[in-house]
Structure formats: structure tokens, C-alpha cells
């Protein structure tokens, strides 16, 4: 069963940072690009940042986040999104995305809160 599992989520004050984990499970996570999204209360979900295949490993950012996130990958499956310099409008329920097998894969969401 593919799984995806996002842990890290918290409290922080603005200007501080945060470390989000998506642990894998259930596919060949190499072969797979890996995805972080957000929903903010009252918003639609929207693409965050996301990197490709082990083997390619390139990344790409929302024009929001650019130079205040990054997003890697080990070899132990799991996906990270550290978030530095954080922003009371960077607040929402953070999702790791994966498509296997033309599926899409949601993992249940953690939820950020940066406080003012």
C-alpha cells in the first residue's frame, strides 16, 4: 500500500523556521518525484515546492517560498521541506504528494502556524 506521511508540523513565531518530513512507503520511492503542497483556511491547496527521481533530483519552488524553503530527499524514503524565515501567511496544513501507478497519494496533512 502506498503510503505518505508528513510529520514536523508546529507553533513558530515569524522569522523562525520549521522542518517538515514525508516518510514513503509502499512504491519505489528513487523512481518517484515527491511533491509539498498547502491549504491555508479558506483557500484552495497550492503547490509549495517539489523535486524530481533520485536520479534526476531537481527541484522547483512557488515563487512564494523561493530562497526561505528547501526540498530534499534521502535514501531512507523520506522527503523533507525545511521552511526558514517563516511568515504568518506561510500558516496552512502542509501535504506530501506522490503519483504512483497513475494515483495520486495524499498524505493526512500537518498542520503550520506561524504566529505575528
Known amino acids: 500500500e502506498v503510503q505518505v506521511v508528513e510529520s514536523g508540523g508546529g507553533l513558530v513565531q515569524a522569522g523562525g523556521s520549521l522542518r517538515l518530513s514525508c516518510a514513503a512507503s509502499?512504491?519505489?520511492?528513487?523512481?518517484?518525484?515527491i511533491g509539498w503542497f498547502r491549504q491555508a483556511p479558506g483557500k484552495e491547496r497550492e503547490g509549495v515546492s517539489c523535486?524530481?527521481?533520485?536520479?534526476?533530483?531537481?527541484t522547483m519552488y512557488a515563487d512564494s517560498v523561493k530562497g526561505r524553503f528547501t526540498i530534499s530527499r534521502d535514501n531512507a524514503k523520506n522527503t523533507y521541506l525545511q521552511m526558514h524565515s517563516l511568515k504568518p501567511e506561510d500558516t496552512a496544513v502542509y501535504y506530501c504528494?506522490?503519483?504512483?501507478?497513475?494515483?495520486?497519494?495524499w498524505g493526512q496533512g500537518t498542520q503550520v502556524t506561524v504566529s505575528s
Open positions: 509502499g512504491f519505489t520511492f528513487d523512481d518517484h518525484a
Open positions: 504528494y506522490t503519483q504512483a501507478d497513475l494515483h495520486d497519494y
Open positions: 523535486i524530481a527521481s533520485s536520479s534526476d533530483g531537481s
